[in-house]
């Protein structure tokens, strides 16, 4: 026998199979948690306005021109076959997926009449880009609207025809000299609407007699652009070389950051001074210094830190990511940027007071970002390897993908170069490590570099020029010796040091002795050390030491007396304010580290004291930042396993099934008095397997309600299956404060 169409969109929720509430639920999870009590308690999470903007910006362009189809529908309710002839140029299967995607999601609800829910509605503000209708806006159009639009002058009806596109709101231009415009005629003719001072809006009616057979505006189907291709051998060599270039970069950024930290701005972030010292120590440009600073402060190698929290210094965390292999510390560095809340791009434009923006700046914070880059390339995870789309391409696809959300894609071309810097993208195609990373984070993308990375060597190789070669990166602890006895001068594949006299001389203000430079050298050399390179450690450490300075403020000491009055005659030591003490000592003012600044940079060697006489080495101080792992501060919802929603479910039906229940008859007990009559309807229960609504109260003193399968009732206790909790369980017969027969109402499958 035929029902009537439900008449709500509770009510047509109870029509749902199971399968497709399981369906809403998965496509909307943010409704699944806490599990809705009931279908109507499902109804009105639906409604949410934040639910349903979250729902609306997933569509893609065609699903929502379906969606427009019933919104401007002069009723409400439109039949499905109404709906695929309104738009007879979109292909059928292109419309059976947008109508099936919106109801899936509640979007849309009814079977003989599809409706859309008031708060989808007040949602799209300007269904198919038309305007509000005439009435709304309190506009009084012309009675002949055909006539008078055939009237206007060109320029005018230009203004209408391009409000009539995708946009019905324009900005009111000035007016030069006290003359109309277009749009200001249009406005005094009633043709557009006043939205504010300075806003305007076409009216609905004026829209579709200018689109005319096209009310809804051209097909909007998926764009099909041309497909990039690429060898993937050859990607993956690529992205390998990128992602060994970005470790080493940011190993000796920290590196440069360990031995003197950036100040921090009052502002936040790095000042201009310390960008332009670390982009001419790593012989970069500027934009690529500030780059490498916010990838190494997304990945949480670098932070505020120092005695006064007033210094960017590296974390903690750097010092395990030293330790690891190539392929996990690229991994770290792709990890964070693809979490990272901050848009690098960004650097160097200039914000709403026309001041450049600075490097790890709080205005960069962006935390929409994760979401538009993991969006991005999963457009491209979907083609298959070796293949990818040019960058417009992927915009025009995204923007079609997700409409709603494209006033947000404007840093994408940037994020896609910062991806090929990383080695995540190679000319528009994802490396092998790309996806592993877009599918499993910074395990899957270790495992897709493993392999095209070297691995690290334990050696250099020396040459006569004073040069070491260093023929792959290298394992921490050389790392670490190097960057104290030779200076970087360029790095690469194959990281150049060269060793220098002020490179000896630091090495020797740090601890080592002439005879441990020989031997590092000799150690870690597959090449014979040229001799030139023994004579150079030899002659600065026979200078090295021969003045002595310490505090008196500071003092100045040798046995060579002629060297001491060298130094004090000499015009480039001035800055030192020395005097003569004694025959062999000099004193100064200033502390004992300006002496030996003003001494060193005079071309002299000297060496620091200690009290006692002995000399004072200068330990390789390695302050950190406490840091943290920046990631994303509203992380997506957790998509509900297929248990979770199988039992969310259950607990609808069941809570469903308890609203009936109490619509009828139940027989009701004072808790600790079971009655001859709740005995007789739990009996008829367990004999008949029909389920019961229960009302209950545990031992706390809670009471709740529940639908429950009766299997036994002996001894005082009823055991059964409790549907909302999907689990068995036991309740006393005398906690029981109401029990009553629940009819079974399964929607048709």
Known sequence: MPTDPPATLAGWLRTRSDEQLSALLAARPD??????????????????????DRALDELDAATLQVLDVVLLAPTDGVAPDELIAALPDVPDDVLETGLE???????????????????VRRAVRHPGGLGRRATELRVQLPSDLAA???????????????????????????????????ARRLLQRGLLARIDALNVELPREIGLHLRGDSPYGPPKLRPEPAVVTRDVESVDRRAAGAALESVGRIGELLTLLEEEPAGLLRSGGVGVRDQKRLAKALHVGEPEAAWLLELAYAAGLLDVGGPHRDEWLPTRAYDIWREQD???????????????????????QRDVAGKAVNPLSPDLTRHTAPAIRRAALTVLGEY????????????????????????????????????????????????????????????????????????PVDHVLAQPDLSLIAPGPLVAELADTLAVVADVESSGGATVFRVSEPSVRRALDAGWSASDLHDFFGRSSRTPVPQALDYLIDDVARQHGRLRVGSIESYVRSDDHGLLSQVLNDRRTASAELRRLAPGVLVSGLGADEVLTALREAGYAPAGERAGGAVLTRPPARPRALGRK??????????????????????????????????????????????????????????????VWLGYVDAQGSGSQRVVRPVSLVGGFLQGYDERRGENSTFAVHRITSVALVEEDRPAE
């Open 148 to 182: 008078t639009i055939a009237e206007l002058a060109p320029e005018e009806r230009e203004v209408l025809e391009r409000l009539a596109g995708e946009r019905p709101v324009g900005h009111l231009p000035d007016s030069p000299n006290g003359g109309s415009t277009p």
């Open 384 to 455: 298959p390897a070796g293949s990818g789309l040019a960058p417009d391409d992927l915009v025009a696809l995204l923007r079609w993908r997700t409409p709603r959300r494209a006033d947000r894609l404007a840093p994408v071309p940037g994020m896609l170069e910062e991806a090929a810097r990383l080695g995540v993208l190679v000319g528009g195609v994802l490396s092998t490590a790309g996806r592993g990373l877009l599918a499993s984070g910074e395990d899957g993308a270790a495992d897709g570099m493993r392999g095209l990375l070297p691995e």
């Open 31 to 52: 409704v699944a948690r806490p599990a809705p009590s009931d279908l109507v308690a499902l109804a009105s999470r639906l409604a949410v306005p934040v639910s349903v």
């Open 630 to 691: 920046t990631a994303d501060s509203a992380p997506a919802p957790r998509a509900l396993t297929p248990d979770e929603v199988g039992a969310t479910v259950r607990q609808m039906r069941a809570g469903d099934a308890a609203l009936s229940a109490r619509r009828g008859e139940a027989v009701r007990q004072v808790p600790g008095v079971t009655t001859a009559t709740t005995l007789e309807l739990l009996s008829r229960a367990v004999r008949e397997g029909a389920p």
């Open 326 to 348: 190539l392929p996990d510390r690229w991994a770290v560095l792709a990890g964070g940027w693809l979490t990272g809340v901050r848009l690098p791009s960004l650097v160097g």
């Open 101 to 119: 995607r919106l109801t899936t999601r509640a979007l849309l609800w009814g079977d003989d009449a599809l409706h859309a829910p008031d708060p």
